[in-house]
Nanobody, 115 residues
Framework: QVQLVESGGGLVQPGGSLRLSCAAS????????MRWYRQAPGRQRELVAS???????NYADSVKGRFTISRDNAKNTVYLQMNTLKPEDTAVYYCNAWNLDFSSWGQGAQVTISK
C-alpha cells in the first residue's frame, strides 16, 4: 500500500511563501503523474499542479506564475513551492499519486493565508 505524507503547511501572511513536501513510501517513478490538489471549505477539490514521470508540469490558471511543482526521484518526494500567496489560496492541500488503474492520496496539509 502506498503512503503519501504531506508536510510544510502552516499560516503565512499574504505575499508570503511556503513549500509543501509529499514523501512517498515507494518509488515515485512508479506513477505516471504526481499531483497536488486543494480543497477550500465549502468548495470542491481542485487540481492545482501536476508533474509527469518525465517532469512535464501543468498548473491551474489561478496559480500559474506563483506555484512550482517539482520532484526528487532519489528522495521519492514531490514539492510544491508556493509564492506570492493570497488569501484565496487558503485550503487543505493534498498530494496524489496517479496511474491509469491506481490512485493514492495523502492526508492533507492545511495552508492558511491571513494577516
Amino acid at each position: 500500500q502506498v503512503q503519501l505524507v504531506e508536510s510544510g503547511g502552516g499560516l503565512v501572511q499574504p505575499g508570503g511563501s511556503l513549500r509543501l513536501s509529499c514523501a512517498a513510501s515507494v518509488s515515485i517513478v512508479s506513477f505516471n503523474n504526481m499531483r497536488w490538489y486543494r480543497q477550500a471549505p465549502g468548495r470542491q477539490r481542485e487540481l492545482v499542479a501536476s508533474i509527469t514521470r518525465s517532469s512535464i508540469t501543468n498548473y491551474a490558471d489561478s496559480v500559474k506564475g506563483r506555484f512550482t511543482i517539482s520532484r526528487d526521484n532519489a528522495k521519492n518526494t514531490v514539492y510544491l513551492q508556493m509564492n506570492t500567496l493570497k488569501p484565496e489560496d487558503t485550503a487543505v492541500y493534498y498530494c496524489n499519486a496517479w496511474n491509469l488503474d491506481f490512485s493514492s492520496w495523502g492526508q492533507g496539509a492545511q495552508v492558511t493565508i491571513s494577516k
